[in-house]
Structure formats: structure tokens, C-alpha cells
């Protein structure tokens, strides 16, 4: 069975500065990673995919995961972060074949501050 | 992607009723799967709905408290049977594959917000 942790409930952080969202997860076979962001009021939505190929991957708003294998992590990054980012950040995974379900990890509340 | 409709959006309902939860897709999609996410809580699959067969529940989940049916490739329903107050939750459909959808991605639903009194 798939697991993932998020060790971070909340993340606080100013206006321009990095951040990085930290996913860690378990698994014996091979595996699909997944970002997702939840604004306040609203469903999920994807933020980026590893499938396989380069382990970094980026989305159109700045944000960037990287898979690392040895590790079992796949961190989220942004170098300068906007009010508008904060949000419910939640990391998943799910099996590399066929229609599969996502396991989620417990999600990291990024709070953007001026 | 597809776009996914969830109706109703929110809904308070006295315990012992139950509340069925419509999700509607703009396109024929190949699997539908339902999900929880309770207070600040993190989500858990209910089930999988296949078109054409019974759904496929997760360890805790049974077909008696969460029937499911999925008529067609466009539409699903999860009924939340005899409500207890821990049945407050956030419930979401979310889609995958058929058409330009990839069979590897999920598209979720906006929700429907559930309080049991």
C-alpha cells in the first residue's frame, strides 16, 4: 500500500520570500506524484504531475516539484511567493498502471503574510 | 479537462435521513471516483464507480451507508445513508480518462459541503 506525509500543517511565510512544501512517501512499487491546491472555498486543483521522464516539474504559476527517487520525496518549491498562494496544498500518489486511486497526504496550509 | 458539477453544494440535514449527491460531467469520462475530506482533515477514497458494474468500496466503507450508482459515462450519485453528525464532511466526485481526459490524472468536482445536525 501507498502512504504520504506531509510533515508540515501550516507553513507561514512573507510576501516574496521561498518556500518549499515538503512530501515524503512510501511505496514497493513504482509510482505516479501529484500536487494539488486548494484555495478557500473551492475543490482541488492540479498544480503538477510527475509521470516519469525529468524529475523536475513545473506548473504556470512558479511553482516546481522535484521526484527524488532515493529520498521517496517530492518537495514543493517557489522561489517568491504571492498573498494569493495561500492555500491548502495537498500531495498524492497513486500506482503507475490503469485507473488508479489517489492516496493523499494530511496537506500543508501555506500562509501568505504582507 | 472536464468540467464536473456537483449538486447540492452544501446541505444541513438532521441525523437519521440520508442525502443523495449528484455529480454531472461536461464529457464521457471512464471512471468516477468518490471522495471525503472531513474537518481539516485530509481526503479518503469511498469508492470507484465503474459504468456497467457495482462500485468498488475501500476497507471501511460499505455499499449499505454509501450506495453509488453510475447510470451512464456522464453522471454518478453517492447516497450518504442514516446520517450521524460524523458524517460531516466535504464530499467530492472526481473524474479520470475517456476523450481528452488521461487515464493517469484526476479532475475533481467543487464539492458538496454536508453538516448533520
Known amino acids: 500500500a501507498q502512504s504520504v506525509t506531509q510533515l508540515d500543517s501550516q507553513v507561514p511565510v512573507f510576501e516574496e520570500a521561498p518556500v518549499e512544501l515538503r512530501c515524503n512517501y512510501s511505496s514497493s512499487v513504482s509510482v505516479y506524484l501529484f500536487w494539488y491546491v486548494q484555495y478557500p472555498n473551492q475543490g482541488l486543483q492540479l498544480l503538477l504531475k510527475y509521470l516519469s521522464g525529468s524529475t523536475l516539474v513545473k506548473s504556470i504559476n512558479g511553482f516546481e516539484a522535484e521526484f527524488n527517487k532515493s529520498q521517496t520525496s517530492f518537495h514543493l518549491r517557489k522561489p517568491s511567493v504571492h498573498i494569493s498562494d495561500t492555500a491548502e496544498y495537498f500531495c498524492a500518489v497513486s500506482l503507475n498502471t490503469g485507473f488508479q486511486k489517489l492516496v493523499f497526504g494530511t496537506g500543508t496550509r501555506l500562509l501568505v503574510s504582507p | 479537462s472536464a468540467v464536473i458539477s456537483q449538486k447540492p453544494s452544501r446541505d444541513i440535514c438532521q441525523r437519521g435521513t440520508s442525502l443523495t449527491i449528484q455529480c454531472q460531467v461536461d464529457?464521457?469520462?471512464?471512471?468516477m471516483f468518490w471522495y471525503r475530506q472531513q474537518p481539516g482533515q485530509s481526503l479518503t477514497l469511498i469508492a470507484t464507480?465503474?459504468?456497467?458494474?457495482?462500485?468498488?468500496?475501500e476497507s471501511g466503507f460499505v455499499i449499505d451507508k454509501f450506495p453509488i450508482s453510475r447510470p451512464n459515462l456522464t453522471f454518478s450519485t453517492l447516497t450518504v445513508s442514516n446520517m450521524s453528525p460524523e458524517d460531516s464532511s466535504i464530499y467530492l466526485c472526481?473524474?479520470?480518462?475517456?476523450?481528452?481526459?488521461?487515464?493517469?490524472?484526476?479532475?475533481f468536482g467543487p464539492g458538496t459541503r454536508l453538516t448533520v445536525l
Open positions: 464507480a465503474n459504468q456497467g458494474s457495482e462500485a468498488t468500496y
Open positions: 464529457s464521457q469520462v471512464t471512471m
Open positions: 472526481s473524474v479520470a480518462g475517456g476523450g481528452q481526459n488521461p487515464y493517469n490524472e484526476q479532475f
